[in-house]
């Protein structure tokens, strides 16, 4: 079982909308937060979006005010929903979890990551 897996990703016109989507597995106990970055090949990695366990949610400059997080905490997953994209947007989203395990073990989970690619 891989513990942090992200989907969704994909070619999308500019001006278009993705979802992402990122689901943490295993005895966990408490997610903490989930983060998403991304990367771009030649660029330092991005910091996109945080949701918080206490419900606070923050957004990158960049993308405030198109990119949306949520939260589901049944199932330990988190949407990356983006509208109205650019070129800018493009690249590999990787998600990253950290909390703790029922065995009280912390943990900082990183995914393998999802390409996302804006378009015409």
């Known amino acids: 079982q891989v513990p942090l897996v992200e989907s969704g990703g994909g070619l999308v016109q500019p001006g278009g909308s993705v979802t992402l989507s990122c689901v943490a597995s295993?005895?966990?106990?408490?997610?903490?937060?989930m983060t998403w970055h991304r990367q771009v090949p030649g660029k330092e990695r991005e910091w996109v979006a945080t949701?918080?366990?206490?419900?606070?949610?923050n957004y990158a400059e960049s993308v405030s005010g198109r990119f949306t997080l949520s939260k589901v905490h049944a199932n330990n997953t988190v949407y990356l929903t983006g509208i109205n994209l650019k070129p800018a947007d493009a690249g590999v989203y990787l998600c990253?979890?950290?909390?703790?395990?029922?065995?009280?073990?912390?943990?900082?989970?990183w995914g393998q990551g999802t390409q996302v690619t804006v378009s015409s």
């Open positions: 295993g005895n966990i106990r408490q997610i903490n937060y």
């Open positions: 990253n979890a950290g909390g703790t395990y029922r065995n009280a073990q912390y943990f900082d989970l």
């Open positions: 949701v918080t366990t206490a419900g606070h949610f």
